[in-house]
């Protein structure tokens, strides 16, 4: 927990632990169906920042060859497209792209995607159509749901942070 600079200024040793709050592990990659709700036939989505993915020797297995692991990580750079089309250039329709009929009649023969980025997932379950109606749904498993939402309780944080200390340096 930091120290407050009145105290700080009393002690030689002016390092202090770092909070909970500072240092935490990478966010854990959930991956979503985002569900495009709207009816334009051929809507695409390009977001900053990509899932990178690398594979990373694990070791040996008992014939003396390397094993690997697959790692994917949320990283900033690049682009990510999502591609919402739910008919191709002669207009014949994806079916692999549309939703089941057992999703429900306000889902089913929607388009979707998959997405494995958290600040994707995050931006798609804010977008809004003009007249106030999501404009995608995000559907996530049971189990990835509570990383999600704290996901975006930290980000909300964040820029509400963010914003004050812009406050603070532009009040003066």
Known sequence: MPVAPSKAAKSPFTEVELGTNILRPEAPIVRCRIVYMGNNKNRSVARPGQLQIQKVQTGFNEKDEPTFETVKSAIDEGMQSYDFSSHD???????????????????????????????????????????????????????????????????????????????????R
């Open 89 to 171: 250039s002669l207009g014949r329709i994806i079916t692999e792209r549309l939703m089941p009929a057992e999703s429900g009649p306000e889902l089913a023969g929607k388009p979707f995607a998959y997405s494995e980025h958290l600040g994707h997932i995050r931006w798609f379950y804010m977008q809004q159509t003009a007249d106030g109606a999501k404009e995608f749904r995000v559907l996530a498993d049971r189990k990835d749901q509570p990383i999600i939402q704290d996901y975006v309780r930290r980000f909300v944080q964040s820029q509400a942070a963010d914003e004050k200390s812009y406050d603070e340096v532009t009040s």
